[in-house]
């Protein structure tokens, strides 16, 4: 069965304290791996695709990587504005999706 | 920049009651889908629409939910007789298949 699973569920961090949330996944024909950010009361918010092993990505204080089995999201020198949930999904014809790291960056 | 937009945000409606939620699409999109979350869990995929027609749906699409495109532009969700366990956000997205889907802000269902 197709399965999304995110760790840790919450994660707390002062500013500035760098840190990674982890994206493990099983799916028969994986046709990319996404982050959404996801703020409360609204839609994800696209940040990354990767679509093979060994693939990085980097948006500003956020860096995705992907190996076969897990994708990271590093996050460097964090600020409260980065405070969301964070969200990863496969896509195999259809995304499935985590229940997210609820990330609170404390100033 | 182009964007997803939802309406209502947010729909009271007694069970048993019909309820549409409409979508309008970023303009040269081709690929819609509907994904729900309840609160507290996991986004859950319920139907994708390309062409005109459902590409793929999952079980939770079942014969109370339907799904068109009225009048080329909206993109509607309908569920007939809703549940109290219907109640939960809605959101559509559109996009293509193997890259990104770009989300509205959701429809907040709330069945009493």
């Known amino acids: 069965e197709d399965q999304v699973t995110q760790s840790p569920e919450a994660l707390r961090l002062q500013e500035g304290e760098s840190s990674s949330l982890n994206c493990s996944y099983t799916?028969?024909?994986?046709?990319?791996l996404f982050w959404y950010r996801q703020d409360p009361g609204k839609g994800p918010e696209f940040l990354f695709t990767?679509?093979?092993?060994?693939e990085e990505k980097e948006k500003e204080r956020l860096k995705a990587t992907l190996t076969k089995k897990e994708s990271f999201l590093h996050i460097t020198a964090p600020k409260p504005e980065d405070s969301a949930t964070y969200l990863c999904?496969?896509?195999?014809?259809?995304?499935?999706w985590g229940l997210g790291t609820s990330l609170a960056v404390n100033p | 920049e182009p964007e997803v937009t939802q309406t209502p945000s947010h729909q009271v409606t007694q069970m048993g009651q019909e309820v549409i939620l409409r979508c309008v699409p970023i303009?040269?999109?081709?690929?819609f889908y509907w994904y729900r979350q309840i609160l507290g869990q996991k986004v859950e995929f319920l139907v994708s629409?390309?062409?005109?027609?459902?590409?793929?749906k999952s079980e939770i699409f079942d014969d109370q939910f339907s799904v068109e495109r009225p009048d080329g532009s909206n993109f509607t969700l309908k569920i007939r007789s809703t549940k109290l366990e219907d109640s939960a956000m809605y959101f559509c997205?559109?996009?293509?298949?193997?890259?990104?889907?770009?989300f509205g802000q959701g429809t907040r269902l709330t069945v009493v």
């Open positions: 799916v028969s024909g994986l046709r990319g």
């Open positions: 997205a559109t996009g293509h298949p193997n890259t990104e889907a770009f």
């Open positions: 999904a496969v896509n195999n014809r259809k995304l499935i």
């Open positions: 303009s040269n999109h081709l690929y």
């Open positions: 629409f390309y062409n005109n027609e459902i590409s793929e």
């Open positions: 990767l679509y093979s092993a060994g």
